[in-house]
């Protein structure tokens, strides 16, 4: 465990869960608004995708490097230095708008959300007890999500052509960064033993493959989510429903809200890679049914076809992160110090480049094929990863 008193475990963990929920308004409020910013510049869907993975790089390169970075700055300094750099980026996006310009901004401001991604959910799963650890990821999530669903909420009433979006995303990390404070005397050491640091992402990633690639399934999901489901929805009822392609980005966020505790619960209860599988599945599913359910966007909510839709995006939502719950919890039952460090260094690795393929791989099939090209390569990607998995638990000794 660490040397941290149960009294102080709690406050840390609490602090923590709060800073990262306020950064996560940020991340979340940047990714539709970027993108619809460079469609109203003329830029097609393909060229969007490759924008939006310039940030992905960022969080690969920074992962890489995590398992050196951490140890040697502290969790605390390593968070700090997140932030000072994703306010950084923030100031710079809007006063730079160029394309290529924009390229290296986003690239810096992965790099930012790498650090304080990779630094808090490995300091939160390093001094989290392993009996109740379920249900904390399932609390860390779910308040991160009420961050994430925050974001587009924001962006549907916010100009991306303007600089309000950035102001809002800077007065987030304001936020973040006060909430940050009672940890400073907190940070716990990690003990860098010789096994400990030999024990390389390739090892990792040989110990855990099912969990550390539904990191990569995740980000493709994620990315091309956050990058293109609200363009997909205008792109099927008309730019006049715009407010509702955000919808489909935060509804499916706040719904995720509500389904992360009793996820975590669960995970405390059941076997956790079975429940991995389930959510993985529950997602499928959902992706299947959103498209044949689009048209319910038309008219008021309470309308029989708009419930099913806003029922299937709440699943979806849902279950997406469930499988990031499940995931970092079973990353912390089997390893430890380090090697944990070495883990949430590679889930964030393969988050980042699921994030790279995913806004490419949609923008990609939308240029080619038009808008169904959107749910059908999210479909594609996680039945491979699903067949993978089940595959994976049937073979387990």
């Not at 510049?41 to 390169?61: D, L, R």
């Not at 309308?303 to 997406?320: D, H, K, T």
């Not at 390893?335 to 460090?341: K, W």
């Amino acid at each position: 465990m660490s040397e941290l008193s149960p009294q102080q475990r709690i406050r840390c963990m609490s602090a923590l869960v709060a800073t990262m929920a306020v950064v996560s308004i940020t991340s979340s409020l940047a990714w539709p608004i970027l993108s619809e910013a460079l469609r109203n510049q003329g830029y097609s869907e393909s060229m969007i995708g490759i924008n939006a993975a310039a940030q992905f790089a960022g969080i690969i390169v920074v992962a890489l490097a995590a398992p050196r970075i951490i140890p040697a700055m502290g969790f605390f300094k390593t968070i700090v230095l997140g932030l000072v750099v994703v306010a950084v980026m923030l100031i710079a996006l809007p006063a730079f708008r160029s394309f290529e310009t924009w390229l290296l901004i986003r690239f810096l401001l992965g790099v930012g959300n790498s650090l304080l991604f990779t630094a808090g959910d490995t300091w939160m799963n390093h001094i989290v007890d392993d009996r109740v650890r379920g249900r904390w990821m399932g609390i860390y999530v779910t308040v991160g999500m009420a961050g994430w669903a925050l974001g587009p909420l924001l962006g549907a009433y916010l100009d991306p052509d303007t600089y309000w979006p950035f102001v809002w995303g800077l007065l987030a990390i304001m936020v973040a960064a006060v909430f940050l404070l009672p940890t400073r005397k907190l940070d716990v050491k990690l003990s860098l033993s010789a096994q400990g640091v030999a024990m390389g992402l390739a090892t990792v990633f040989i110990a855990a493959p099912t969990v550390l690639l539904s990191s990569a399934m995740f980000g493709v999901v994620e990315g091309a989510m956050q990058s293109f489901a609200h363009l997909y929805t205008m792109d099927i009822l008309g730019a006049q429903f715009r407010q509702t392609g955000y919808a489909v980005i935060w509804v499916g966020a706040i719904a995720a809200v509500f389904f992360q505790y009793p996820i975590g619960w669960l995970a405390d209860k059941v076997n956790r890679r079975w429940l991995l599988i389930a959510c993985v599945l529950t997602m499928m599913v959902s992706i299947f049914l959103f498209p044949l359910l689009i048209e319910g966007g038309r008219g008021p909510w309470w309308e029989p076809r708009a419930l099913g839709l806003w029922s299937v995006v709440s699943v979806w939502g849902g279950s997406m992160g469930g499988i990031f719950t499940v995931g970092i919890t079973l990353l912390g039952q089997r390893f430890r110090d380090v090697e944990l460090v070495s883990a949430n260094a590679m889930f964030s690795v393969l988050f980042g480049v699921g994030g790279l393929l995913g806004p490419f791989l949609a923008g990609t099939a939308m240029s080619t094929i038009g808008p169904v090209g959107f749910p059908l390569s999210l479909l594609a990607v996680v039945a491979v990863y699903a067949v993978f998995a089940l595959y994976r638990q049937f073979t387990r000794r």
